[in-house]
T-cell receptor, first 112, second 110 residues
Framework: ETGVTQTPRHLVMGMTNKKSLKCEQH?????MYWYKQSAKKPLELMFV???????ENNSVPSRFSPECPNSSHLFLHLHTLQPEDSALYLC???????????FGQGTRLTVV | EDKVVQSPLSLVVHEGDTVTLNCSYE??????LLWYKQEKKAPTFLFML??SGIEKKSGRLSSILDKKELFSILNITATQTGDSAVYLC??????????WGAGTKLIIKP
């Protein structure tokens, strides 16, 4: 247990659905991240929040919408996804940007 | 463009063998290099290296950074089946971003 909790662990959704991924960290960290991990590809950084302010948005399609209501919680809202969005979505946190990140267990997302 | 390249992509050895995993990088404004182990889902942190030539060690795992030649190695001695995992290398550069390698898949056969 790393102190970063993600729910749900698995999610199957249709292309017209709207769903949200949730991440919670109990480490007192100031930075939180969303990563996408596809098979045989490097981790792709999607969003970075530092002190609840979004500081990075790496050309992610608008069908992915992050929300950080406080420094302990991070959401990823999903709508009208495509089958190629199927992947493992990992949340991470770190003391500050640039320090080692601690990862959650991830959400395995399948878009049908 | 910043990049991190890990080699080999996959490796199969027998229990008790010693393995060396490689990570080379070209990253602007290098800040740190990190090693992670990913068994099923969550990558778990192993080492962070910032200074050249100083070995970090934890049990049978050790790592060293060469900032002149722009690479790091991760050594695992007396491997066990529990060492089977994907080992990820990441380098921190400009804007505090982490640039990730594709990983080395290590399989330890009994």
């Amino acid at each position: 247990e790393t102190g970063v909790t993600q729910t749900p662990r698995h999610l199957v959704m249709g292309m017209t659905n709207k769903k949200s991924l949730k991440c919670e960290q109990h480490l007192g960290h100031n930075a939180m991240y969303w990563y996408k991990q596809s098979a045989k590809k490097p981790l792709e950084l999607m969003f970075v929040y530092s002190l609840e302010e979004r500081v990075e948005n790496n050309s992610v399609p608008s069908r992915f919408s992050p929300e950080c209501p406080n420094s302990s919680h991070l959401f990823l809202h999903l709508h009208t996804l495509q089958p190629e969005d199927s992947a493992l979505y990992l949340c991470a946190s770190s003391r500050d940007r640039g320090w080692e990140a601690f990862f959650g267990q991830g959400t395995r997302l399948t878009v049908v | 463009e910043d990049k991190v390249v890990q080699s080999p992509l996959s490796l199969v050895v027998h229990e008790g063998d010693t393995v060396t995993l490689n990570c080379s990088y070209e990253v602007t404004n290098f800040r740190s290099l990190l090693w992670y182990k990913q068994e099923k889902k969550a990558p778990t942190f192993l080492f962070m290296l910032t200074s050249s030539g100083i070995e970090k060690k934890s049990g049978r795992l050790s790592s060293i950074l060469d900032k002149k030649e722009l690479f790091s190695i991760l050594n695992i001695t007396a491997t066990q089946t529990g060492d089977s995992a994907v080992y990820l290398c990441a380098v921190g550069g400009s804007n505090y971003q982490l640039i990730w390698g594709a990983g080395t898949k290590l399989i330890i056969k009994p």
